[in-house]
């Protein structure tokens, strides 16, 4: 696809690239680099960098790139706030952009990206465009949304439930009208919230499959802010989420979609191997938690989908059984998928809480699918 973006210029730039900056040097020279190489005219871009209390050499590193193309850069500085959150409100809050993309300091854009996309989101009178992403050494990006240039998706009919990180195209009036924020109270996730509540209110969401417009970067010392993060902040963005969801959207696929990303992938993760190397009370905390977000969140049909050992964790830590939950995850990792357990047409995981006096779980936990259905 090639589209171009309007030749007129106003006071205001049409794209705003707004970047929150905490110690990430050496990354932060390719990032800048792939700021300024834009084949868009430069008049049409501003870049908005925060530095929130840098103490690695990013601060100088910003001033020298803003010294040596002058009229580029909008610098601001803060001290440090503790999570991305308040240095991208108040580069979002400095931004003048028709549109704003957000782009991590230690990720860098191809060359064609901004034009590409804010042509996109001038044809298609998009509110939110999603650039396709890719890894750079050895980071995973989850490639589902990206299997097709679309004018349109929704939660239902492509994989936007699993896209909600903020690294997109937004249509700035979007989010004044809807006095859009990231919650400064999260130290982590604080883009999931928010992306989710725009891509709600949007009118259009469209998505860019047809070159690698964002690279997404691992740092080799595992700076990057989503790795730092222990299971209580995760829950505590998750639970963020939730809450958009519950305000935003009614019982339905849509509002189903969402939560299945969220139930059938990040809460059933914190209950993984890392979770037996908290402390006991971390472990208490994270199962009344996990046990508060089910009961909030979640209705039987929801947890009849997903897979066993998943239903289970869930089961486990909501009702509190904390020895069984660590036994489960130690059977794992020493014996893999339990023996089946066939009787009828059910199929039955043998896990060693299967039929346990002592536990009282309803078999329907530990059933697979029937075989009927499994045809």
């Not at 989850?142 to 929704?154: S, V, Y």
């Not at 020895?323 to 489960?328: I, T």
Request: hydrophobic share 40%; charged share 25%; glycine share 8%.
């Amino acid at each position: 696809m090639t589209l171009r973006g309007p030749e007129t210029r106003g006071a205001a730039p049409d794209v705003s690239v707004v970047i929150a900056v905490y110690n990430t040097m050496p990354y932060l020279t390719a990032c800048l680099a792939s700021l300024v190489g834009q084949s868009i005219d430069p008049a049409r871009v501003e870049i908005v960098a925060v530095d929130d209390g840098s103490t690695d050499g990013s601060s100088a590193e910003l001033r020298r790139w803003a010294a040596l193309h002058p009229g580029r850069f909008r610098l601001l500085h803060q001290p440090n706030s503790g999570g991305p959150a308040a240095p991208t409100n108040r580069g979002t809050a400095a931004a003048r952009g028709r549109y704003v993309l957000y782009l991590g300091a230690d990720d860098w854009l191809g060359p064609e990206a901004l034009e590409r996309l804010v042509a996109a989101a001038d044809h298609w009178h998009s509110d939110v465009v999603l650039p396709r992403q890719v890894g750079e050494n050895g980071r995973l990006v989850p490639q589902g949304i990206f299997d097709r240039t679309a004018r349109e998706i929704g939660f239902t009919d492509s994989a936007l439930p699993w896209a909600l990180a903020d690294t997109k195209l937004f249509r700035r009036e979007l989010l004044l009208r809807h006095r859009l924020r990231r919650r400064e109270d999260l130290p982590v996730h604080s883009d999931q919230p928010f992306t989710l509540e725009a891509l709600l209110r949007a009118r259009r969401v469209s998505v860019l499959a047809d070159y690698d417009y964002y690279h997404l970067v691992r740092r080799a010392d595992g700076g990057n802010v989503t790795h730092r993060a222990g299971p209580l902040e995760r829950l505590h963005g998750i639970a963020a989420v939730q809450q958009v969801v519950e305000r935003l959207t009614t019982p339905g696929p849509c509002r189903d979609a969402i939560r299945a990303r969220h139930f059938g992938w990040e809460v059933p993760q914190l209950l993984q191997a890392g979770f037996l190397g908290l402390d006991r009370p971390t472990q208490q905390r994270v199962c009344a938690g996990v046990g508060h977000l089910v009961r909030a969140h979640t209705d039987p049909v929801l947890l009849a989908a997903l897979p066993v050992p998943d239903r289970l964790r869930l089961a486990l830590a909501t009702r509190g059984r904390l020895a069984a939950l660590c036994g489960l995850i130690e059977y794992e990792l020493a014996h893999g998928d339990p023996p089946v357990l066939r009787h009828g047409a059910h199929e039955y995981a043998r896990y060693p809480a299967f039929r346990n006096p002592q536990l009282g779980l309803p078999d329907g936990l530990f059933a697979h699918p029937r075989a009927a259905e499994k045809r």
